[in-house]
């Protein structure tokens, strides 16, 4: 079911949040199924491709992770999806009634894991972490998580879209607040794994 939804997602966006939106799912299944699972692709092909090719930043020289360090920055960036994904949750949650929206917490994790769908998937590109490709691709995968939030809000709140393209903008603006902690605590994390 949920493969469905998400390729009908992908594939055809405003029909995928119809049919996403009348879906009841429990907060622990949504983190236990879901979330953790979407969250654990980049996470284990991070690991992957530091400890088997190693990360390079022009794509010729490679500097390969010892197991410890490499699973210490998977685990940190696996744990920071998680919590960023739940706080974005949140802030919708906490924010939607503003726009005039009346959804419980559960829907607004369902929205966000399938929002961040995109960025889930583009992580699979750590396997080959050269910088400049990962970058590219997580950006390709950004610009469309950026579109499915701006076609699904209005969709799956059941608001205008005016509301709703304001509501969206006020999404950006936390997810900004929020990736500039996680890019905080990912450089003391990354700084302190290689000085080790």
């Known amino acids: 079911m949920y493969l469905q939804h998400a390729r009908g997602l992908l594939a055809h966006p405003r029909l995928g949040w119809l049919t ?9 299944q949504l983190c236990c199924k879901r979330l953790s699972v979407l969250a654990a692709i980049p996470a284990i092909s991070l690991f992957l491709g530091l400890t088997l090719m190693g990360w390079s930043l022009s ?3 490679f500097h390969i992770f010892s197991v410890d360090k490499a699973f210490l920055l998977s685990f940190g960036f696996y744990c920071s999806m998680i919590i960023g ?3 974005m949750a949140y802030f919708i949650f906490w924010l939607e009634k503003t726009y005039g929206a009346k959804v419980d917490f559960e829907h607004c994790v369902n929205f966000i894991t399938y929002t961040a769908l995109p960025m889930y998937l583009a992580g699979l590109v750590a396997l ?8 590219l691709v997580i950006l390709t995968a950004v610009i469309y998580s950026l579109y499915l939030l701006y076609v699904g809000i209005p969709v799956f709140m059941n608001i205008p879209e005016g509301r709703g393209f304001m509501f969206s903008t006020s999404i950006i603006m936390a997810g900004l607040c929020t990736l500039v902690s996680w890019i905080a605590l990912s450089a003391v994390l990354f700084s302190g794994t290689i000085m080790s």
């Open 20 to 28: 996403i939106k009348n879906e009841h799912t429990s907060l622990a």
């Open 85 to 87: 994904a739940l706080s």
């Open 59 to 61: 794509g010729k020289e």
């Open 128 to 135: 080959v972490p050269i910088v400049w490709l990962v970058v």
